[in-house]
């Protein structure tokens, strides 16, 4: 697909469930977590370097990669957290754009969490946020995972803040009322989207 959708929102603001709404119009999606566990699973690339690095322990004894250890490492030591952004960045990034042209959706839409932070909206044609309250991320991911809040107020206040994830959105969702609020929005949306695409293929 050559128009690119960067979707994109806080954490617990319904990312993937409005990209599972997309993707049941037949829209296929580019994931960058999954794509990130990717270029570490079992017998990768990415994975050898983390282990040549910082020894065998960060691998399991089933030869994943160990975590807990590797995220002990990076908060330990500032400088090897931006080793393993240097070395992963460009594998996550190549990989994404290697999907996204393979695609053969009429669109196409990028899932990232970071969207703005990692600069990855350059990639993308269109930015559409996923919007809630703080406060509703909070309730959200509490009741989602087994976390605590001081965990998931951590995690909110590393991201980028609401407002400016607004500025810089060219579309916006809003995901503060019933799951069924959302379809009608995500109906609206992938009709621009063809058209768009539509308009850039033409
Ligand atoms: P993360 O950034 O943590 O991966 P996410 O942005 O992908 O999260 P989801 O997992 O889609 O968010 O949604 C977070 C939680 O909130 C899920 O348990 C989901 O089922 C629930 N949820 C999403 N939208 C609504 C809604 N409108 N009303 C109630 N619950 C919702």
Do not use: C
């Not at 603001?13 to 570490?40: C, M, P, Y």
């Not at 960060?58 to 330990?76: D, Y």
Request: glycine content about 6%.
């Amino acid at each position: 697909a050559n128009f690119i959708v960067g979707l994109t929102g806080g954490i617990g603001s319904g990312k993937t469930t409005v990209a599972n709404l997309f993707a049941e119009q037949g829209i296929v999606l580019v994931d960058a977590d999954i794509i990130a566990r990717e270029v570490v699973a079992k017998g990768s690339d990415g994975l050898k370097q983390i282990g040549d690095k910082f020894g065998p322990q960060m691998l399991t004894p089933e030869g994943t990669l160990n975590r807990a250890a590797l995220r002990e490492q990076i908060f330990h030591h500032p400088q090897d957290r931006e080793w393993l952004n240097a070395l992963l960045h460009p594998m996550i990034r190549t990989r994404m754009l290697e999907r996204l042209e393979t695609a053969t959706s009429p669109y196409v839409i990028m899932v990232v969490p970071l969207l703005f932070e990692n600069g990855l909206d350059k990639l993308a044609d269109r930015t559409l946020v996923v919007d809630i309250s703080p406060k509703l991320q909070l309730q959200r991911t509490i009741e989602r995972d087994m976390v605590s809040k001081e965990q998931v107020q951590n995690i909110i206040n590393s991201q980028s803040d609401r407002q400016s994830r607004l500025d810089k959105a060219d579309d916006v969702i809003d995901n503060q009322g019933e799951i069924d609020a959302l379809q009608a929005q995500v109906l609206a949306l992938h009709n621009k989207y063809l058209q768009l695409a539509d308009i850039k293929n033409s």
